[in-house]
Nanobody, 123 residues
């Protein structure tokens, strides 16, 4: 089992920045990839970005490419999501997720989820 705890959400004006963190505990050595998803009210959960544990290979949704950066610190079992140039449409609950096998955009590929952290971008 892997436990995930997100932090760093909050309220920010459009054009501003936030950095989310996700701390993993438990059987972290078994994780192959970790990622970020988000879910706005009345919308489906959507993929944001993911990073592989071993090589740090990253992949982004087109909607955040060039604005968001995912990174990892394996020594701390933590991943980060640096969000710049935030837009009101980025408002959502952001979830951290982990998988024990190759995974990219589909939520069902991830076995472990955090409780989520709210990000609100005002216009």
């Amino acid at each position: 089992q892997v436990q995930l705890v997100e932090s760093g959400g909050g309220l920010v004006q459009a054009g501003g920045s936030l950095r989310l963190s996700c701390a993993a505990s438990g059987r972290t050595s078994s994780t192959y990839v970790m990622g970020w998803f988000r879910q706005a009210p009345a919308k489906e959960r959507e993929f944001v970005a993911r990073i592989t544990r071993s090589y740090g290979s990253t992949y982004y949704a087109d909607s955040v490419k060039g604005r968001f950066t995912i990174s990892r610190d394996n020594a701390k079992n933590t991943i980060y999501l640096q969000m710049n140039s935030l837009k009101p449409e980025d408002t959502a609950v952001y979830y951290c997720a982990a998988a024990n096998r190759p995974a990219t955009m589909t939520p069902g590929q991830y076995a472990y989820w955090g409780q989520g952290t709210q990000v609100t971008v005002s216009s």
